[in-house]
C-alpha cells in the first residue's frame, strides 16, 4: 500500500440506512407513505456512484436522482435498471442521453421545455418529466408566482408528460429560518394551480434530509434523502432514524 490512508465503504450499511428510512416514514405516514428517492448525486457524496446505486437497488429503490445526464450514463453503465430522476439544469444542446440511457428529466426553465419537446419529437416519444417549482430557493425552477403564464405551453405539450412536481427546501436545516414554511405555503399553492391548470402529476415531492427529519406536512408522495442514506444526520437536526456510517477513514 502506498497511501496510508484509505477509505473504505459499507454497502451493508448503507442498505440498512435505505431501509430505516423506508420503514420510518411507513410508521409515521402508515395511511399515505411516501416512496424514497435515493440520491446519489456526485458519485453518490463520494462513496462511489455505481457500486452505491446497485446497492440501494438491491435494497429496494427503484427510483434514484442524480445531478446531470453524465452521472446518469455511470448509473445505467454500473448496470441500473431502476427510474433515473436527473436533478439539474440539462444541457439543452446535448438531450440524447435523456432518451438512449431512459432517464427522466427535470424540467426547470421555459427554454429547457421547449428543447426536450423538441428531442422528444425527434425521437418520436413521449417522454415523463418532472417539473420544478422555485419557491424560494432561487436557483432552478418556474417561479411558484408566474405558473398561470408559463405551464399551459408545456402542460400541452404533446411529447411531454408531466409526472412529478417538486421544489427544494433552501433553509431546512436551519430551525427557526422563516423561509421554510413560506416555501412550503408556497409550493402547496403551487400545487393547486398546476391542478387547476389541468396538470395531475403523480408525484409531489419537496423533502430533502433535513425537511424529512423536520416536518412530516411535506413528505408528500416522495421524499428524496441523500445525507441520511450515508450514515449523516444534518446538524442542527437530530434523527430517531437508526443509521450507521456507510464510510470510515483509517490512517496508519
Ligand atoms: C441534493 C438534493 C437532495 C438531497 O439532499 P440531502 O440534504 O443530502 O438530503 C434532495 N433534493 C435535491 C433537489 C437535491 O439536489
Not at 58 to 78: P, Y
Not at 83 to 100: E, M, N, P, R, Y
Not at 144 to 168: I, M, V
Not at 208 to 213: F, K, V
Amino acid at each position: 500500500m502506498i497511501r496510508p490512508t484509505t477509505a473504505h465503504i459499507d454497502l451493508d450499511a448503507l442498505q440498512s440506512n435505505y431501509r430505516s428510512i423506508v420503514d420510518f416514514v411507513g410508521r409515521e405516514r402508515p395511511d399515505h407513505t411516501p416512496g424514497v428517492i435515493a440520491v446519489v448525486k456526485a458519485n453518490a457524496y463520494g462513496h462511489g456512484a455505481g457500486q452505491v446505486a446497485c446497492a440501494l437497488e438491491e435494497a429496494g429503490a427503484n427510483l434514484l436522482a442524480c445531478a446531470d445526464i453524465e452521472e446518469g450514463a455511470v448509473l445505467r453503465a454500473a448496470g441500473v435498471r431502476a427510474q433515473i430522476l436527473v436533478f439539474g439544469a440539462l444541457s439543452v444542446s446535448d438531450l440524447d442521453g435523456l432518451f438512449d440511457l431512459d432517464l427522466t428529466p427535470t424540467i426547470s426553465t421555459p427554454g429547457a421545455a421547449a428543447a426536450v419537446q423538441a428531442a422528444a419529437a425527434r425521437y418520436k416519444r413521449r417522454i415523463r418529466y418532472h417539473l420544478k417549482i422555485d419557491t424560494g430557493m432561487n436557483r432552478l425552477g418556474f417561479r411558484s408566482d408566474n405558473l398561470k403564464r408559463t405551464l399551459p405551453g408545456l402542460l400541452a405539450s404533446q411529447n411531454l408528460e408531466l409526472e412529478g412536481l417538486y421544489t427544494h427546501f433552501a433553509t431546512a436545516d436551519v430551525p427557526e429560518h422563516p423561509l421554510f414554511d413560506e416555501q412550503r405555503v408556497r409550493f402547496a399553492r403551487a400545487i393547486d394551480d398546476v391542478a387547476a391548470l389541468g396538470g395531475k402529476p403523480r408525484y409531489r415531492h419537496a423533502c430533502n434530509s433535513a425537511a424529512l427529519l423536520r416536518d412530516s406536512r411535506v413528505w408528500y408522495d416522495l421524499v428524496r434523502p441523500g445525507l441520511l442514506l450515508y450514515g449523516i444526520v444534518p446538524p442542527p437536526l437530530a434523527s430517531t432514524v437508526p443509521l450507521a456510517p456507510v464510510m470510515t477513514l483509517s490512517s496508519r
